[in-house]
């Protein structure tokens, strides 16, 4: 491919981005699965770049992008991201180290010779969409890119056009009705409950029961060049201890106040880094039941004041849905009910499907059909964003939609609202 080559051909060679508030998933279009997936974190150590760093810096700093940035301590090494509170990027810098090492390091192809398909947040604003398509064409010269909203690649990935899209991610939740391959964006309803309040809820849980112990959640690097270890460091690693306890051991309840009863004959064991065993019983309910009543939130200590929730408006995923579907026409609301897709890193937690449903069918109004789908593969719910991008992508149909860096250089940046609306 030249380039600037012409688009509307029968060939467009492509790939696809979907950077998220934890991981960075790339890949071909077409294909069924991402071909890299990474962490969104990375390391940042202030001071001059340095070659052979792994992403290089800016700003007068290094970046530490893979995922091996934040395996090892560095002198003076923070842990950054590129999101901001709001769930939107709000450092471009580091954007482009992960867009770049995703196309060079991992997928090894040559960025200005691909054409970028790029998932971005429902809820991204017009001002934010032009900046990141400025950020994109600079940083990588790639050709041509689109931008597609997160929630309408994720309903095209099960095939259907029309749906309410749960998207239960890292950073938090959001709910958005599609309607015709469009987000309709007076429903978007959004609530910090999402993976990484559930992991500081873990975290609390397995501190507890370490301390009754005499014991610390410590770092699995604990030991290991702590000499050049930094806090923020530290509590990165030791919330990743917590995250692996979330996956491997939180259930949805079955129905709401059942988090005792279950808990009780259901105890599971749980190894800490240092060989530490923690018998973990209803908690491991409790800590998913945040995401169905919110409130439970204040039964962990220090969690109402944490950054994850202060200021943040927090919500239970019925409340979201009801919420997203009452804020569309009356005319499309039966079809929704009857169509709520649950996909994201969260839609894997056992049990949440069934207990959403449940949930929304005592709340919908009477005589209405709840359904609430999830792909049955887990890999198609962690990743059906880009997977919804792989199949849009890779479409005929889809060439003559592309926006070019000639029509970029020779309009800007805001004609992306009329190519990618």
């Known amino acids: 491919m030249s380039a600037n080559p012409t688009f509307g051909g029968d060939e467009v060679n492509a790939v696809v981005l979907d950077l998220g508030g934890c991981l960075c998933r790339a890949g071909y279009a077409g294909d069924d699965t991402p071909k890299a997936v990474f962490p969104s974190d990375v390391g940042v150590v202030p001071g001059s ?45 580091i ?22 398909m790029m998932a971005e947040p429902t809820h991204i604003g017009r001002a934010e969409r032009e900046k990141a398509v400025t950020a994109l064409f600079e940083a990588t010269s790639c050709p041509a890119l689109f ?18 899209v749960v998207d239960a991610g890292h950073r938090g939740t959001t709910v958005t009705a599609v309607h015709e391959g469009f987000a309709l964006h007076k429903s978007i309803a959004r609530s910090a409950a999402g993976g990484a309040l559930l992991t500081r ?14 014991k610390k959640l410590r770092p699995r690097h604990a030991g290991k060049g702590a000499d050049k270890s930094t806090p923020s460091l530290d509590a990165w690693a030791v919330e990743q201890v917590a995250a692996d306890a ?35 019983g209803a908690d491991r309910f409790r800590v998913a039941e945040v995401l169905f009543d919110t409130s439970v939130v204040s039964s962990f200590p220090g969690l109402d004041s944490d950054p994850l929730v202060s200021g943040r408006h927090l919500a239970a995923w019925p409340t979201l849905v009801k919420d997203a579907i009452e804020g569309c026409d009356g005319d499309v609301r039966r079809e929704l009910w009857g169509g709520i897709v649950l996909t994201g890193g969260g839609s894997l ?12 069918a005592a709340a919908a109004p ?38 070019s860096k000639n029509e970029y250089e020779e309009h800007g940046a805001a004609l992306i609202h009329r190519k990618s609306p």
Request: net charge negative.
């Open 95 to 116: 954007a482009a180290k992960l867009w770049m090492h995703a196309l060079k390091d991992r997928l090894r192809v040559a960025p200005e010779e691909m054409a970028v």
């Open 49 to 93: 770049d340095v070659n052979g760093t792994g992403g290089g810096g800016g700003e007068g700093r290094t970046v530490y992008v893979g995922n091996d940035a934040l395996t090892f301590p560095r002198a003076n090494m923070q842990v950054a991201n590129p999101f901001g509170s709001d769930d939107l990027i709000d450092d471009w810098d």
């Open 349 to 360: 937690l056992p049990n949440a499907r069934e207990r959403l449903e449940a949930e929304l």
């Open 147 to 164: 931008l597609a909203k997160a929630a309408v690649l994720s309903a095209f990935a099960v095939g259907r056009q029309t749906a309410v």
């Open 366 to 403: 009477g005589g209405t059909r709840v359904r609430v789908m999830s792909p049955a593969n887990p890999t198609e719910r962690r990743f059906a964003t880009w997977i919804g991008g792989s199949i849009l992508a890779s479409l005929g149909s889809f060439h003559q939609m592309w926006f």
């Open 246 to 280: 979330r996956e491997a051991l939180c259930r949805a309840a079955d129905a709401a106040g059942a988090e005792e009863a279950e808990g009780s004959g259901a105890a599971q064991v749980y190894e800490l880094p240092d060989g530490t065993q923690l018998k973990i």
């Open 201 to 214: 809820c873990m975290r609390a849980v397995l501190e507890r029961e370490a301390e009754a112990k005499g």
